[in-house]
């Protein structure tokens, strides 16, 4: 019988370690030297960080749980994540800090075969080429384009600072790259559209490649080339996760930061400048309010969230960031118990807009890692909604479930007799953050304000970047500061 269950916190079988809620009573006044706004993996990262140099540091955490969107969970006999699936180790930060955390967790990086992704095409999935045999034989790209993507080198950088993602690609690779290759990036990683997206925001170092060398090819030949110190090899590009789930990273950094120094389940959180550095407030679920004292304060939570968290800022400054638009995205965990010998040995299936199907992608987690699911069985995450169908959040568990069974049979070219075992609807109202052309004025009001009150770090993905190695790599240039 298949199990369908909405987002339901009483229903986790496997969670990052919450809650914490069975804290030792906290004094109604506390002094340290940082307050950390927000439990989410860049705010973690940075306290576990700071405690590391002896700094006396607490997190503040609105959630009654620590990991913010990180959530793993075990169901059944399927390993799900109800945020992200993955990250890609883009940053020697990224392994220095599993590295810090050996006794806690460990990384695990995709099996070789996870390196195949798919793109959809006219009716079925193709793999996306890696070299130039597969280029020249993919059916993705026009025959047009393919010869047209030899003059890339040569053609002139563009001089437009907030050119998007889709015009650039336009531009250098042609529209059947674009389509089949870049749209469907963006739809995995954004859930955006590549049209409105800034490439300098949004893709940096694929800006920087044009900007610095002339040319994507040019670029990328100049990197490759480029000596790489021993700190610099381990950014191996491996995608990863935590052996077991991500919430393992989780409890590994709320273990060493500890109990006494985080707070979750904190209402009406408010921050305001004071002699020597800031004051917070908040109150517990038992109504008890709160004060610490601290000289410097990061925040890490949503730009939603900031006009109440900072109430001194000036609304003119503070709408430059407010404004952040963020994609809504519905997740939909599925667990097979036997795929009767189909092969889904691919990283996952990534679907470009022009194709107009109702699912964005699907990532195939148990191809990746190991122990997801059983032997023979499979652990999937289809992801519906994005920016081109907001909709699709208010779609009913059942409209959502038969997504996922067509695309299952249709898509996945699963036997009609394999059904879901385990199935789990996760709905995210404000997922990913889209770096628009206002991302510039953004970053400006973020860095004046900064200037005016010092001591304040307004940290996140408002900026620097989406993913978890970003987070990551953000966190480390914080506590630096």
């Known amino acids: 019988m298949i199990k369908r269950m909405a987002e339901n ?67 059944g006999n399927y390993i799900m994540e109800s945020g992200p699936n993955t990250g890609s180790v883009s940053f020697p930060e990224v392994a220095e800090l599993f590295e810090a955390l050996s006794k806690g967790c460990s990384m695990e990086t995709a099996c070789e075969s996870s390196k195949r992704r798919w793109i959809w095409k006219g009716g079925r999935f193709h793999d996306l080429p890696a070299g130039l045999i597969g280029g020249l034989r993919t ?98 590009k491996k995608v990863f996760s935590a052996r077991g789930g991500l919430s393992h990273l989780v409890n590994a950094l709320g273990d060493a930061i500890g109990a006494t120094h985080l707070i979750t389940g904190a209402d009406g959180v408010e921050i305001n400048p004071t002699e020597g550095g800031y004051v917070v407030k908040y109150t517990t679920d038992l109504g008890q309010a709160h004060t610490v004292y601290c000289h410097q304060v990061v925040t ?34 599925v667990g097979i118990k036997d795929t009767q010998g189909v092969s889904l040995r691919a990283f996952g299936g990534l679907v470009p807009s022009c194709e107009k199907q109702q699912v964005l992608g699907i990532l195939f987690p148990s191809s990746c890692f190991e122990n997801r699911a059983p032997l023979g069985g499979a652990t999937l995450s289809f992801f519906l909604g994005g920016v081109r169908h907001p909709d699709f959040l208010s779609k009913t568990d059942e409209e959502l479930t038969a997504i996922v069974e067509d695309a299952l049979h249709r898509m996945l070219k699963l ?37 005016q009150y010092p001591g304040l770090i307004l940290a996140g993905n408002i900026r620097d970047g989406i993913g978890m190695a970003h987070r990551i790599r953000q966190a480390f240039e914080v506590a630096k500061q």
């Not at 860049?42 to 620590?66: D, M, N, S």
């Not at 730009?303 to 000036?314: D, E, G, R, V």
Request: hydrophobic fraction near 40%; charge should be positive; glycine fraction near 8%.
């Open 415 to 451: 036997p009609a007799s394999v059904q879901p075992d385990a199935i789990r609807i996760f709905r995210h109202e404000r997922a990913i953050p889209q770096y628009v052309a206002s991302s510039g004025d953004r970053y400006a009001a973020i860095e004046q304000i900064q200037q």
């Open 300 to 333: 890490t939570c949503g730009a939603y969230a900031l006009p109440a968290l900072l109430p001194f800022i000036q609304q003119s400054l503070m709408s430059k960031i407010s404004n952040l638009f963020y994609a809504p995205i519905v997740q939909v965990g």
């Open 9 to 75: 916190k009483d229903n986790f079988s496997v969670e990052s370690k919450p809650t914490h809620e069975h804290q030792p009573a906290q004094e109604a006044t506390r002094h340290v030297d940082v307050c950390v706004i927000g439990a989410g993996l860049t705010g973690l990262t940075t306290a576990f960080l700071l405690k590391r140099k002896g700094k006396e540091v607490v997190v503040i955490e609105k959630q009654p749980r620590i990991g913010g969107q990180i959530h793993t969970q075990q169901v």
């Open 139 to 236: 059916p993705l790209f026009t025959w047009y384009d393919k010869f047209r993507i030899l003059g890339e080198p040569f053609r002139a950088k563009g001089t437009n600072p907030d050119e998007t993602v889709g015009a650039l690609a336009a531009r250098r690779l042609g529209k059947s790259y674009l389509d089949y290759a870049v749209d469907s990036f963006v739809s995995g990683v954004y859930a955006g559209n590549p049209m409105t997206l800034v490439t300098r925001f949004a893709l940096p170092k694929l800006y920087l490649l044009e900007q610095e060398h002339g040319s994507f090819i040019r670029g990328a030949i100049a990197k490759a080339k480029a000596p790489k110190t021993e700190r610099d090899r381990q950014a191996t």
